[in-house]
């Protein structure tokens, strides 16, 4: 392809070949770019836009201009295997280029295009403050002086540097430093050891400090020359340096001790229950494999037995210590300045052998025994408020209730007006009319039996494009929506906005969504109630790790100790419902035979007999249906079969924490998720994190905990990993047992502890 373009520079530079070969072609994801290689001394790239020339470049991999086209072109979506067979360049790299680009960052973009020798950690700077510092601290001290200078080198420049690294640099300034004047006490050849050095010992640590080892650990010898003179311990108790499992735990430092601050009475037992749900132990059966021992250096005080936490959860479940966890786990979260919630029953499927009022049960798809826990998520996923229940009120009537109880725990001001995205089974006009009479709440759901075809194109009122990560978060995936906004024909007080919503797929659906809610933009429902998932999602997270479709305590109460704090309701009898049924039998059988003599009359008398007969019953049973008592108490009923309801206070305190612990788990997570990009993985290497063992050296007003994860860190997350840990220790946290000591958290290493099996 040869444009006029192109001829004019044939004509300008003779010399030049103007000939161009087809190096990147068009295809369904590069409709527009094109990229020809114009062969010669100096070959060169001309890219295309449609038929336009964009731009000329060097083809050559170490030019910047050749490295912004590589990652103009991924960012622009080209197929990265197209990309690196053409022009050699490897597919992360092609990633790290165009993420730099898009990052906005000035030095991030000069980084990666200088490539791996770019970003030398010696810099110029380095070596001159190592130039001014070595003749002090080496005529001070001969022993670790390479040490010293890192430390300082960490200080001042936040920059780690191997001693392999400062070596060559080292060795030219001790030699420049012998050139200059002699080395104290040589003389005639022989060193004075008693004077070769005079400084301060300084012991080398990879993970922890030197200190008066535990039983079977062995801390590592301080690298200290023979000759260098031994200076007295100072007057303060050294460091108690031990193996401690569960260390990981201490990254909730601040949530532990918050959480104790806010229960006065057993929140130190609260504060342990906590710790092990973060662990892993999801009831309290399972912390038997945990070590007790350990958790109470942590924690400050713990209670191992099993009975006795069971008698202490009872105690604490009937002191009303819900509400403070509540509050607590609200405030963590920041939930009262939002106002968007998702609102939805988590249904555990009851198989014991009380009498247990039975529901719907998706996860079996029947009606069985079942316990309902209702949940309140924010808009972003975060459960804030629960309470359990069973079936004897639907979500509707639990749904009213359950309102007033949940704005006081969060802390919403009286004058906040929230918005409830709830699932079809709230659909219900009195409801309705209840979201459009009530001036603090507004109320989103999908129309139940919705049938599709009721779009006009001439109707669409607006469209909506929704991106969303998927393994990173440069992995978009595009939502488009199109929508009516109208009034509903059932009634013109709710809004009613039909949607035809397409995947990436190019798969189209089309729903209706209700809501009272007439001054919101549609855009804003249509988001809020198509990302119902996050909630969802959220039910199997907790069901998983934190083991939240557990029932805790099978103990129950007889509707007949209870029936002073039910609230009566009328159901139909039993015996009204088996007239129903024998009524319906009926007038369907005489349905058919009337229908059979329409379609084919005939003079049988045995068809004219059939259908005298069932008229005659069918009034026969339609008298005794009028007799029978319709309406009977439902708790009276529910008296006499001798129901129970599950006594679910263990259960919601043990859940309330389980809130707590989830949140906090996120919320840690959310820094290193955004370092390490990864959404595939990042919760299972975090996790491991959190639970890892470790080396903990406790002085009396600090204490060092250097973590020991089982998983072998490369380079780039172990980088990430420790600038976590070190924003966690820019906030000052403490020990969370209490003790007010300063903590300090560190990645350590297996090559910095010794283990010696004691006899």
Known sequence: MITSTECEREEACPNQSPLLQLVLGTDKRNPVFSVCRQAGAASSLHVYYGGELLEVVPEDRRHPAFKLLIARLYNAGVRGLSLQRHFRVDRKTMQRWGQALQSGDAQQLVQALAGRGGHRKLTSEIRAFVGVRFPEIYGRSCAGYSQKLREEIARVFGVKLSGECLRPLLQSLRAELRQECPEPGRQGGIVKRE??????????????????????????????????????????????????????????????LGLEEEVAAGGWLLKQWLATLLLGAVNLEQTKLLDFEDLRRLLGRTLRSLFPQRSQLRELAAAASVPPLLTFNAQLVQAARTRDFYFDPHTKHYTGMQNVLKGWCARIRW??????????????????????????????????????????ALGLPAVAVVTCVIDRGIFSHEVFAQAIESPDYHLITWEKNYRPGSWDPQKCSGQYVLERARNHAQDKRVYRFEYIDQDWAKNPQMRQLIVRATNPQQRTVEVAILTDDRHRAAPQIIHLIFNRWTQENDFKYLNEHFGLNQITSYASVAYERIKDQVKQKQ?????????????????????????????????????????????????????????????????????????????????????????????????????????????????????????????????????????????????????????????????????????????????????????????
């Open 195 to 256: 004077t070769a050095c005079d400084g301060w010992p300084e012991p080398a640590i990879v993970t922890a400090v030197e200190a008066s080892p535990e039983p079977g650990l062995v801390a590592p010898p301080p690298a200290i020359r023979k000759e260098s003179p031994v200076l007295p311990l100072a007057a303060a108790a050294p460091p108690v340096a031990g193996f401690c499992h569960h260390l990981g735990v201490l990254l909730f430092s601040a949530v532990l």
């Open 367 to 408: 009606a069985d025994k079942v316990l309902h826990s209702d949940f309140f998520h924010t808009s972003a996923g975060q459960p804030v408020y629960l309470e359990c229940a069973d079936n004897y009120q639907d979500m509707r009537e639990r749904f009213a209730a359950l309102l007033p109880r949940f704005r006081q």
């Open 571 to 759: 159901i139909k009898s039993g015996a009204y419902k088996a007239m129903e049924q024998k009524v319906a039998q009926l007038k369907g059988q005489l349905g058919k035979l009337l229908l059979s003599q329409h379609q084919h009359p005939r003079k049988l008398a045995s068809r004219a007999q059939r259908i005298a007969a069932l008229t005659k019953d069918l009034v026969q049973a339609q008298d005794e249906q009028t007799k029978t008592q319709k309406e009977v108490s439902r708790l009276e009923v529910l008296i006499q079969q001798q129901m129970v309801r599950l006594d679910t206070r263990n259960k919601r305190l043990l859940d309330s924490l389980k809130l707590i612990a989830r949140n906090a788990f996120y919320l840690a997570l959310e820094p290193f998720k955004t370092a390490y990009n990864n959404y595939r993985d990042d919760h299972e290497l975090f996790r491991n994190l959190t639970q890892a063992d470790g080396v903990l050296v406790e002085s009396a007003q600090q204490t060092d905990a250097y973590l020991l994860p089982t998983v072998n860190y490369p380079p780039r997350l172990e980088k990430i990993v420790s600038g976590l840990l070190t924003e966690i220790n820019a906030k000052n946290p403490k020990m969370p047992d209490g003790s007010g000591r300063r903590l300090r958290l560190h990645l350590g290493a297996k090559t910095g502890v010794q283990i010696a099996i004691v006899p």
